[in-house]
């Protein structure tokens, strides 16, 4: 062997053992996910399960499902979604193709002659050519596993959105319904107070009562009205809140609202999983995070390999026919090549910038992983809370009410015989209806939390909506 042959197969083999050790250095595991904590500290609801996939069913409420049907058919950020999730899968298509041969057809026709004296000619091809950049060092699989985690990534965000449209529409129709619990009741007060006040005008009329006491019912009365208006108008605007919610004419949701009026829901206990960090697996918006973080990784592994050389083959195929003076002439063609390596030199910094830059972003999706772990632990603590409060407060709130309305109904009789002044009738009467719009904002509050549950929990989502 000539000493030029072995320079050259000694070149060939220092070539070969970069070319493997920056495969190997581009070959980078994908990053843990964060840590989350070990236990949960708030306290859990005895008996409880795991929400199911339609959770708002559980709620006692018959008219809710069709509520949420038609938000989530109106719902602009469910569209939005849709439409990300279309532009993600897209672009996991176009960056799969880039990781095989690129092949188009070509068809030319030709009819004239390069000079005066020169014959007519007619040429007519048609060929094939295909070119294909061989991914070294994987930065196309890169690119493509990057496309594909951003497209699992908006899928995920899609479930999120709708669990988001389930939980709103919940929680508006609660808050809809202690509305109509709480004017209700202003409803009972206000005619109360109107049969006090009518009562009160005749007596003093008659000279048994004092002209103040009269003055004070009827203000009385006037005050009662007005809260009962005031009451009405709020939830008139819930009313106008589901219907740009669902996007129902008020007219007939007015009607299906009728269906369960005054009576706020109330569900089974929900439970949360064994740990925390299964909250990776349940919640939508964590699984987006964490697929948004493998995509980082996948970009950053693109960047990387820019840095190195890159290797394309192109070839041809080409069927001619020439006809010249009545001679026929056709004939095939092809060629294998060029293959080509092209070196990266100098470009003033920017390959190392993409790189930097890819690196920033893997460190800005590690981050906001962990930021959604911990909002996610976050919130199903404070729902635990809200519920185990709610249930402990539920006694003494149910007791307060019972005991208040017995003292009014006392002090209405003993006012009727003239043991009592309207003073104190009016202040047992104030007891007794802070007491009941306590008990029904009590039952707001713990219905509240268990939608707030429900969807911090992932509101029953699986893993069926992760595509591909």
Do not use: Y
Not at 18 to 44: E, F, I, M, N, R
Not at 125 to 131: E, F, I, K, Y
Not at 196 to 203: E, H, S
Not at 205 to 230: I, M, V
Request: aromatic share 2%; proline share 6%; with cysteine.
């Amino acid at each position: 062997m000539t000493p030029q042959c072995r320079r050259s197969l000694a070149t060939l083999a220092a070539a070969a053992a970069l070319l493997l050790s920056a495969c190997a250095s581009l070959d980078t595991p994908p990053p843990p996910p964060p840590p989350a904590p070990t236990a949960w500290q708030a306290p859990l609801p005895p008996g409880g399960q795991a929400p199911v996939a339609a959770w708002w069913t559980l709620l006692d409420d018959p008219v809710l499902p069709g509520l949420v049907q038609a938000a989530e058919a109106a719902s602009p950020s469910l569209a939005s979604a849709r439409a990300r999730l279309v532009q993600a899968a897209a672009a996991r298509t176009a960056a799969a193709a880039l990781l095989g041969p690129a092949a188009q057809a070509t068809v030319s026709a030709l009819r004239g002659r390069d000079d005066a004296s020169a014959p007519v000619a007619a040429v007519v091809s048609a060929g094939v050519q295909a070119s294909w950049e061989i991914d070294l060092f994987g930065g196309r699989r890169a690119a493509a596993d990057a496309a594909r985690g951003r497209e699992r990534a908006a899928a995920a965000d899609l479930a999120a959105a709708r669990t988001a449209v389930r939980a709103d529409t919940a929680g508006s129709l609660i808050a809809l319904r202690a509305c109509e619990a709480q004017a209700q009741q202003a409803g009972r007060d206000a005619a109360s107070r109107a049969e006090t006040a009518r009562l009160t005008g005749l007596t003093a009329n008659a000279g048994l009562r004092a002209p103040a006491d009269a003055a004070l019912a009827r203000a009385a009365a006037a005050q009662a009205r007005s809260a009962l208006l005031q009451q009405r108008a709020a939830c008139d605007q819930l009313v106008k809140a589901l219907v740009a919610l669902t996007a129902l004419d008020e007219p007939g949701l007015r009607q299906r609202l009728a269906a369960a009026s005054a009576r706020v829901p109330a569900a089974p206990p929900l439970a949360p999983a064994a740990l925390p960090a299964e909250l990776l697996h349940q919640r939508p918006d964590l699984v987006a995070a964490a697929e948004r973080l493998q995509a980082a990784a996948a970009a950053r592994r693109e960047a990387d390999a820019a840095r190195w050389p890159q290797l394309t083959l192109t070839g041809s195929l080409t069927r001619s026919h020439a006809d010249v003076r009545g001679v026929s002439i056709s004939g095939n063609s092809f060629s294998i090549g060029p293959l080509t390596l092209t070196v990266p030199l100098f470009d003033g910094g920017a390959l190392d910038a993409a790189l930097l830059g890819a690196e920033a972003g893997l460190d800005e999706a590690r981050a906001q992983l962990a930021g959604a772990l911990r909002q996610g632990v976050r919130e199903v603590e404070e729902a635990l809370v809200a519920l185990d409060a709610t249930a402990a407060r539920r006694a003494d709130a149910e007791a307060a009410a019972r005991d208040f309305e017995a003292a009014l109904q006392a002090t209405e009789a003993r006012q009727r015989g003239g043991l009592a002044s309207l003073f104190e009738l009016e202040d047992a009467r104030r007891s007794a209806l802070a007491a009941q719009s306590a008990l029904i904002e009590l039952d707001r509050e713990r219905a509240t939390a268990w939608v707030s549950l429900a969807r911090a929990l992932g509101g029953g989502w699986t893993t069926e909506a992760r595509q591909p």
